[in-house]
């Protein structure tokens, strides 16, 4: 007999982290929806022409493709024959498969976008919360199957969008109540004039792969990966200089003015950052904004302001979202010139944050909230109907499957952490009440059967226990 | 340039599908909260030997295998080829593939049960709601991809949880306001006596089989097909007896307690299905339920009482849900003797009978309700305040990107719906005020800045348009 399993990198949820995951996904809902952006969901399948050669080398490699149906019946043995020969050739072969598993939500979106362009009015906002699977080597933290939660507006070069998304970021932590958490903003636009400066455009990629180290392998490491690729040692002085750039974000900005002045894609960044800064600002509620020069963002297809949000500093997480300004989402699909921004939000390091600072609201815990004993079929019947009445007022509300004794059930509810235990025995039946015992207090009462429901009700409904469950 | 496309028999869903959608599942998951369930997510894909075996030769054949990863990979030829032979010599290969797709939420179910049993406390109340995927050929109304909504309880032979299921299907239905909807209920140990007293035990399978036919081909074909396997002709006599009583739930159960009074397991199905009957019987909202004798349920694993929920008569649709209980859910994987039962909603078809009968409340519209036109630089710095108290108070607004001439701005709010367009201009800036214009009755007003809010948040608020926003 097989002893089951899940596959590696994969995970159950069971109901506690069920209902935390789904309050982390309901509050970024609640702020992308409530700022005019449309929910989109696309399949968990794309064709894998649709996803191949767009997340790089290494990114093909990751997707994971599904197996071409009909491939065991006999009579395909030809066509799944001509497959292997073309994959043990290195080519990928439609005939062994032609799907594969979603592995982000931009290509897919950006496909959504391509199909049906002539339909949708611009700007698009729209946001995807689904889940996205990667053949990454599974370790701590970082897993097979994992949710994404994406909004991008597309259709606009407007800085406006920027803004919004640091008021994005800025309501969805505070909803949250992670403290301390760090907005950092940079823009390609600056990485591109620091190649301009230091070897020309062409060392932009060189450049943009060393700085993205610096978090991990320090500056000296850095140093040498730009000298061996190539970077002449008074320019790599150039980009210390810029690495080192530091203090309150005018002194930042003094500073890189000073180093880019001769750049006019430098100074345009500049420029941006600068709208992007002056416009989030907000006296009431200042977003966490801060210049980090030396934030990359690895090799993705952006082009303008990038954002990365940092977990709060006395947690070892890096980064729980990020995101930035692209020129051309759609154009690997033949439409060309929409530009956009977005951001996403990583779910899985956001819950891992609350948890470690035990920022779940009590409220969300869930449950039973009453048990009624099960205490023989006239009683049941007559119980029954209390925990219908108490289920239509929002109360969850359960009838012990069989009537044992009074300590088997008990203990059900102890294990369930059902709050109120109610019993109607034989004597209550006759004098119409029913006995109700909250377990975390202790305190039992005698409740008449016409008061029961209403003082169940407003007994929990008034108990943070209760919110979350109602409707 | 590739025209961009999706997989056949998956589908992408718009914010107006997505949102209904929605409805259906948060209607769906709001009763089986209230009736004490607990949430688990399993992941989409699952070992292959998890799944495989278990829903007979056909299912097997529509289970979504995923290549193996790094088989592109030149060093890994030996592995692959190795993992062809065995594909092509008929046998499933773990070398090509060792992880495939959810198939049902059942199976997943009872791995993670099996895999959990000694933490759990029984009877287990779970729910789930997530894709399946499925190699079916696509057709109007069946997908690849599509929700299953699975309620189980399992670790109980108490007859409570079926009439407890009763009241989950009427309390869904009717909070989604579907009317008409019927719930047929049967036996399993009712098809068992009938075989019994037809052929023997061993005709059971076949019995079924044809039973199950009897919507789609009629009873003279089923009596055909019977023939054809071994049935005799008194034997087939009796089956169609069966399959014609007629009348209410009192008359059927009368007719078939005649047909089997010889047969024990006939008379405990009989029993079960009074019980159920009894004990779901409610004076103030009567569950809609009938015994339907040929009612069979395909060849599931069910053992004991059976549902169908079948769509308003009305609508060509169907089966809109089902279920049932099983003996034995979790010996497949080395764990016996947990029973159970369990009951499953089509989400898909629930939608269309929705989208056919109109029955999505317009509150879940959802969408931007308030637009502030952007007229340039400082008059968007000023808007722009108020877009973010009005997100504050739950209002889903929006600041358009650029300044534009307002007829532009204006078609933006009209192709999206937003009904509430508000307008500050240089003049507005002066006299500290706003105008405000309501697209859908036309009507124009000039709020002051004071009472923008309050006033806008008050308007949106006791609309319908609000509802399903405010969180």
Chains 1, 2 share one sequence.
């Not at 345009?268 to 200042?286: H, M, N, R």
């Not at 979202?321 to 989402?329: A, K, P, Q, V």
Request: aromatic share 8%.
């Amino acid at each position: 007999m097989m002893k089951p399993s899940i596959p590696q990198g994969t995970r159950d949820f069971g109901s506690d982290v069920v209902r935390k995951r789904r309050y982390i996904f309901d509050t970024i809902r609640s702020v992308f929806e409530v700022c005019g952006f449309q929910p989109l969901e696309t399949p968990a399948m794309e064709n894998l022409e649709t996803l191949m050669g767009k997340y790089g080398d290494e990114g093909d490699k990751l997707i994971f493709k599904i197996l071409n149906n009909g491939l065991d019946n006999p009579t395909k043995h030809d066509r799944a024959q001509e497959g292997l020969k073309k994959v043990l050739a290195g080519k990928s072969s439609d005939l062994l498969t032609e799907r594969a598993l979603r592995y982000d939500l931009t290509i897919p979106f950006a496909r959504y976008v391509a199909m049906n362009h002539a339909q949708l009015s611009f700007p698009f906002k729209r946001y995807q919360m689904q889940p996205v699977w990667r053949a990454d080597r599974p370790q701590r933290g970082r897993y097979r199957e994992f949710y994404q939660c994406d909004a991008d507006i597309v259709g606009s070069n407007a800085l406006i969008n920027e803004v919004d998304f640091v008021h994005i970021y800025h309501a969805v932590f505070q909803r949250l109540g992670i403290p301390g958490y760090e907005l950092r903003i940079n823009s390609r636009k600056i990485l591109a004039a620091l190649a301009e400066i230091t070897g020309g455009k062409e060392k932009l990629t060189a450049i943009t792969i060393a700085i993205d180290k610096l978090d991990k392998i320090g500056l000296d490491k850095v140093k040498l990966e730009l000298e061996e690729r190539g970077i002449l040692p008074h320019h790599i002085g150039i980009i210390e200089t810029y690495l080192q750039i530091d203090g309150s974000n005018e002194v930042k900005l003094a500073q890189i003015h000073q180093l880019m002045q001769a750049s006019e894609i430098g100074k345009k960044g500049i420029e941006e950052i600068t709208y992007v800064l002056d416009q989030s600002a907000s006296p009431s509620s200042p977003p966490n904004v801060s210049i980090d020069f030396t934030l990359a963002r690895g090799l993705d297809y952006y082009t303008g302001i990038i954002f990365e949000a940092k977990a709060p500093q006395q947690i070892k997480m890096g980064s729980i979202g990020g995101g930035g300004r692209y020129d051309d989402l759609t154009g690997f699909f033949g439409v060309p010139n929409i530009p956009g921004v977005g951001i996403s939000f990583g779910v899985d390091r956001i819950f891992d944050v609350m948890e470690e600072l035990q920022l779940f609201p009590e409220t969300i815990e869930g449950g039973t909230q009453v048990l009624f004993f099960n205490m023989g079929e006239q009683e049941s019947k007559a119980a029954y109907g209390y925990v219908h009445a108490l289920r239509r007022a929002g109360i969850a509300t359960e009838l012990f499957h069989e009537s044992v004794k009074k300590e088997k059930q008990f203990k059900y509810a102890e294990k369930k952490g059902i709050p109120v235990v109610a019993i109607i025995d034989g004597e209550h039946m006759t004098n119409r009440s029913c006995s109700v015992k909250n377990i975390r207090t202790g305190v039992e009462r005698t409740l008449p059967f016409d008061l029961l429901v209403s003082t169940l009700t407003k007994d929990l409904a008034t108990s943070p226990l209760s919110s979350g469950l109602k409707n």
